[in-house]
């Protein structure tokens, strides 16, 4: 158990709609992390929040957008869902605000959403 | 062209066996590289990180070394236990994309007995 908790495990939905996933980050990291793995292609790294910041950017469209909340858990919101947004979301926390540096991210269990 | 590349794409050994994985990146310069295990439906877990000066790191029968020269890396995984069948990621912390981390898409581990 890493101690990242993601809400909920499953989420089935149709195209056009909207739904928002949740993780709480291990107790006292600051940073948050959201991945995307889709079947056939990698983690791929979306957005990063630090201490309630956006802190970098990935590969993030602009019909998903995701907050920190002073509680440091963390919400991303994916909007007019598309049958290609199926995939497992991944997030992930560490204590360090850059990702270069050394320290460990912890990743959650994940969510897997399927847009039908 | 992926900036992480990965080999072989899946691999089949039997219990007890070793077996290396290779990671070959082309982002420079970089201050890190990982190597994470990920079980089906799991989320990855952390196996090593070296910086750009290491050569090699252990974490029990996984060793990880790096030649910063070559831009390769090599994940050892020594006596395999069933277990260990899951999917290995390579990541490097691509300092040119403002330190953030690009992953290779994994080597597929099956152990059989």
């Known amino acids: 158990d890493s101690g990242v908790t993601q809400t909920p495990k499953h989420l089935i939905t149709a195209t056009g709609q909207r739904v928002t996933l949740r993780c709480s980050p291990r107790?006292?990291?600051?940073?948050v992390y959201w991945y995307q793995q889709s079947l056939d292609q990698g983690l791929q790294f979306l957005i990063q929040?630090?201490?309630?910041?956006?802190?970098a950017k990935g590969n993030i469209l602009e019909r998903f957008s995701a907050q920190q909340f002073p509680d440091l858990h963390s919400e991303l919101n994916l909007s007019s869902l598309e049958l290609g947004d199926s995939a497992l979301y991944f997030c992930a926390s560490s204590v360090a605000g850059r990702q270069d540096l050394t320290g460990t991210q912890y990743f959650g269990p994940g969510t897997r959403l399927t847009v039908l | 062209k992926n900036q992480v590349e990965q080999s072989p794409q899946s691999l089949i050994i039997l219990e007890g066996k070793n077996c290396t994985l290779q990671c070959n990146y082309t982002v420079s310069p970089f201050s890190n590289l990982r190597w994470y295990k990920q079980d089906t439906g799991r989320g990855p877990v952390s196996l090593t990180i070296m910086t750009f000066s290491e050569n090699t790191k252990s974490n029990g029968r996984y060793t990880a070394t790096l030649d910063a020269d070559t831009k390769q890396s090599s994940l050892h995984i020594t006596a395999s236990q069933l277990s260990d069948s899951a999917s290995y990621i390579c990541?490097?912390?691509?300092?040119?994309?403002?330190?953030?981390?690009?992953f290779g898409a994994g080597t597929i581990l099956r152990v059989k007995s």
């Open positions: 990541v490097v912390s691509a300092l040119q994309y403002g330190n953030k981390l690009v």
């Open positions: 107790s006292g990291d600051l940073s």
């Open positions: 929040y630090y201490n309630g910041e956006e802190r």
